[in-house]
């Protein structure tokens, strides 16, 4: 709380209140004044009850209200801190400790505030901060605090002797905090009396409203007065200057305007601040001297739709056209809570896709969308509005409503390119959507009807966009599953959401220039007879034919239920067993459970529905218990078939492959990665992209299926009734996610029972030879998970260099459009190199924590272009570059900017290809250390 001493105290700031707050910071070194600006941190803060912890690890460090954050691992990043926020001066009863305050402590009120105002010198008080609010953050693992309301004291009143007793008691508890746990970094708000005496104990000093502030009694924004600013900076320059103290300034203006908040952010920065604007209740991602660029969308949907959110419109549909652009999609039931904090600078936009024509309640949500649409965040609707077509909403977005069209002929008479995308646009009486646009708009769809009346069912609009059905999506005649989408879905999107095609988009198709190809199993049909002389097991046929043939990175599973001897045969049990223990021991092979008994509906075994279906393997005795399932096959299998070693890493979905909150939990539990599901199938005769997928589906807080990249033999099989052949026309899948775009990774995913036919097999060894005759970087399929789960909460900013790019590690590909130019790989950091792709420039990053500048056209440094393998190790020298590579087949790597350079390793030379400026470097090893590209100077 800040007390002004002169006549700023007619300005009522918003401070940093107990109950409201986030800062960000890292362990940066002291710098002299003079250095500062060339190395300050970035900082943000965030108020709100639901921290976008992700984003925030964008900052390099994050100070947050404890009590909505309980457990800082959850936010834990090497290139980034989280601090939690503690109030000295005095405390809001809302706080979790405020009932075990001491009796005499409390000693007034904060009206204006509703809090408690305590003596800073009170012994007691001194000893219960420092023993009951900062002992257990530290224990949780904060090693940063805020400390905030410092000048509270002075509205206790009393002598000018009295002040300077709170204020010396005030230091020494600075002093004890600092004594206590030195580690620990302190950002201290104002509190300027006592700075001469604990700048030793402090990183920072932070202050409220140089510029633009808030005026809590009016309850409006108002510019700082000039005498106030002055008398200020006057104090930062003390911090700054005479301590050589960072000094943090917040500023406030309105969420909707963004412009300001970045114009005085820069003007801050410029100054030798570390500058944070946002609104008064700091419940807002705000701008800093980086800017968050948001990649989550908010992502509406009706569940009166659908059974479960798995089959909604708006993921089947938009998963993979949200997952292209980068974007990371939060679903939100319109019947449930709405978010009531600004979602400007967290969000991306929000779409939403409802069937409904009106809502049952409608107006809340039309009133919630037109405050968002107020405040700037775009919208992008498909379906259905969910509101009357003459409701306030839709007025206020600039549509009008017209006579329903039911009868009579029908033209077009505007038709934008990205309309009549798979499917033409066929308009027909009944189901125009009776609006007309009236304000300034492009409409992408114009009908005229044969009396002269005008429709507008699909525009781009100063808000963002529709297409209203039916226009979207539509099914082809006589066909199941026959969708065609009438729009272009990622043109609309991008447009619609006013999304910056310069910006970095994280990827998960690829590393290192190449796209990603990986093997995984489901364990069904291991136990069956193959059609061949002595009738094998499948499994036993698969180790011998594929398995042991082909050495590519591969995720093996077996169901419990088959091979072991509580399961269907267990007679037959040693015997197979052996074969399992043969595979996981293969060098190439990882480990997975695919279940117990094979769940084919988990909701419905779930639900223990007793109408005489059996919904798993008739396993005798059994009935269906998530954890025996999950953790109790899984340690089936570490115990009796792996080696030591190779414990399972991942859970593979089984029937439906539609999994409940209560089963993703149980993984989560059981501490492995969970994947299948999705309905990737698109063919040249199901050529369509309402037939890709998303990456995967969230489930919860926290619970996150990863889908499968694309399906099995069983889809291309028709569901193994033949031609059993058919898995080869899995190859036109993979052809159809690499062209005209990268949708996908390359997954030869199957059952063992496909080893069980002679065309099956051979289906299968062909799909493995067209896979091995292309330019792929083989993973495993649990690295593709953890780089689905990475680019749910990879970051991106925006910084005065270019681009700050932070993820887990796991995730170590870019995507820039096809003509964006070369990274300045002088100025970017852990920036490996760039490949052209399809429709793409792909950007290789080494590590979770990168730094890309654009702009190194005439910058002849250089740089990786493809490897089929990680790079673990990347170092810029005056003589070129130094690297490790790791990864799971012979080494193919070619470098570019490199017409004079020369590969060594061990202190000899390789062999290479040189053609024009490039160099490829190919050895039977999968693993180079220390590899040397040296070039003259």
Request: charged content about 20%; some cysteine; proline content about 8%.
């Amino acid at each position: 709380m800040d007390i002004w001493t002169n006549a700023a105290e007619n300005l009522v700031t918003m401070t940093l209140r107990p109950f409201l707050l986030m800062l960000l910071f890292w362990g940066m070194a002291f710098l002299p004044a003079s250095g500062l600006a060339a190395a300050l941190p970035s900082v943000a803060l965030y108020y709100g009850d639901h921290p976008p912890l992700a984003e925030l690890r964008a900052f390099d460090v994050a100070v947050v209200d404890p009590d909505h954050v309980s457990d800082p691992a959850r936010f834990r990043h090497p290139a980034s801190a989280l601090f939690a926020y503690v109030s000295l001066g005095e405390v809001h009863p809302s706080r979790s400790w405020f009932k075990a305050i001491p009796d005499g402590v409390l000693a007034g009120s904060n009206r204006a505030w509703g809090s408690r105002l305590v003596d800073p010198a009170n012994p007691a008080w001194q000893s219960f901060v420092l023993d009951q609010v900062f002992a257990p953050l530290w224990r949780q693992g904060y090693r940063g605090f805020f400390l905030d309301t410092l000048d509270s004291y002075h509205l206790l009143g009393g002598t000018p002797a009295d002040l300077r007793r709170r204020e010396a008691g005030l230091a020494q508890l600075v002093h004890a905090l600092h004594s206590r746990w030195p580690e620990a970094r302190l950002i201290m708000n104002r509190g300027f009396e006592i700075l001469p005496e604990v700048h030793d104990d402090i990183w920072m000093v932070a202050a409220e409203s140089l510029y633009h502030g808030w005026d809590n009694s009016a309850r409006r924004f108002v510019d700082v007065p000039e005498k106030d600013r002055q008398w200020l900076k006057t104090q930062l320059d003390v911090a700054r200057n005479t301590f050589g103290k960072p000094v943090l300034v917040i500023d406030y203006v309105p969420a909707a305007n963004r412009e300001l908040a970045r114009e005085t952010a820069a003007r801050l920065s410029r100054e030798g601040y570390v500058p944070w604007v946002s609104v008064p209740a700091l419940d807002q991602l705000g701008v800093g001297n980086i800017e968050v660029l948001p990649r989550r969308v908010l992502v509406i949907y009706n569940p009166a739709e659908s059974p479960d959110l798995h089959y909604a419109d708006v993921q089947r549909f938009l998963g993979m056209p949200l997952a292209r652009l980068g974007l990371t999609p939060d679903y939100v039931p319109v019947n449930g809570p709405l978010p009531d904090w600004p979602l400007v600078g967290r969000y991306a936009g929000i779409v939403s896709w409802i069937n409904s024509d009106e809502l049952p309640d409608a107006a809340r949500y039309g009133d919630w969308l037109k405050r968002q649409t107020d405040n700037g965040v775009p919208l992008a609707v498909f379906g259905r509005f969910g509101v009357a077509y003459d409701s306030t909403l839709l007025q206020s977005l600039g549509l009008q409503t017209v006579e329903a069209a039911k009868a009579g002929d029908f033209r077009i008479v505007t038709q934008d390119p990205m309309m009549g995308f798979e499917m033409p646009v066929t308009p027909r009486a009944g189901e125009i959507p009776p609006l007309r646009l009236r304000g300034a708009a492009h409409p992408l769809l114009g009908i005229i009807s044969s009396a002269g009346q005008l429709f507008h069912p699909a525009a781009l609009t100063p808000w963002g966009g529709f297409v209203l059905a039916p226009y979207t999506v539509s099914s082809l005649p006589g066909q199941d599953n026959g969708e065609r989408w009438h729009l272009n879905p990622l043109t609309f999107l991008q447009q619609a959401l006013k999304l910056d095609s310069r910006v970095p988009v994280p990827d998960i198709t690829t590393e290192n220039g190449r796209r990603l190809l990986m093997v995984h199993i489901d364990g069904d049909g291991f136990a069956s007879a193959a059609e061949r002389p002595g009738a094998p097991a499948s499994g036993e046929v698969l180790r011998d034919v594929i398995l042991k043939k082909h050495s590519l990175p591969t995720t093996f599973s077996v169901i419990e239920g088959e091979t072991g001897a509580a399961g269907l045969y267990p007679a037959r049990s040693p015997s197979l067993e052996a074969v399992a223990r043969d595979i996981f021991s293969l060098p190439w092979v990882e480990a997975a459970s695919h279940s117990f008994s094979h769940p084919f509906n988990w909701g419905k075994a779930e639900s223990n529905l007793d109408n005489g279906e059996s919904y798993h393997l008739p396993i005798p005795g059994y009935e269906y218990r998530a954890d025996r399932e999950i953790a109790g096959s899984i340690n089936y299998i570490n115990r009796r078939l792996t080696p030591a070693a190779k414990p399972v890493k991942l859970f593979l979905w089984t029937g439906n492959c539609v999994s409940t909150p209560e089963s993703l939990a149980e993984t989560v539990r059981a501490r492995v990665l969970n994947m299948n599901g999705g309905e990737t199938t698109i063919t040249r005769t199901q050529n369509s992209w309402t037939r890709i997928a998303g990456p995967g589906l969230p489930r919860g807080e926290g619970l996150y299926q990863v889908f499968a990249p694309n399906q099995n033999e069983n889809v291309y099989t028709n569901l193994w009734t033949g031609p059993f052949y058919g898995y080869r026309r899995v190859i036109e899948t993979f052809e159809l996610t690499e062209t005209p775009y990268r949708f996908k990774p390359v997954d030869i995913y199957y059952h063992v029972y496909a080893a069980s036919k002679t065309a099956s097999l051979n289906a299968l060894e062909s799909v493995y030879r067209w896979a091995e005759s292309q330019p792929l970087h083989p993973v495993y399929a649990s690295e593709y998970v953890r780089k689905v789960l990475d680019f749910n909460d990879f970051v991106v900013a925006r910084t005065p260099e270019g681009y700050r790019l932070r993820g887990n590690g796991d995730l170590r590909t870019v995507r820039l459009p096809a003509t964006a130019g070369l990274p300045d790989f002088g100025r970017s950091v852990n920036v490996a190199g760039t490949a052209p792709g399809p429709s793409a420039r792909y950007v290789h990053l080494t590590t979770g924590d990168a730094l890309l500048a654009m702009g190194g056209e005439n910058t002849p440094l250089p740089y990786l272009e493809f490897a089929n393998a990680r790079i673990t190790r990347l170092e810029r020298l005056d003589t070129g570059l130094s690297l490790d590579i790791q990864g799971y087949a012979p080494l193919r790597l070619s470098f570019a900017n490199a017409a004079q350079c020369r590969p060594l390793w061990n202190n000899q030379p390789l062999p290479f290809t040189r053609q024009g400026d490039r160099l490829t470097l190919e050895t039977a090893r999968h693993d180079l250390a220390a590899l040397q590209i040296l070039c003259p100077r």
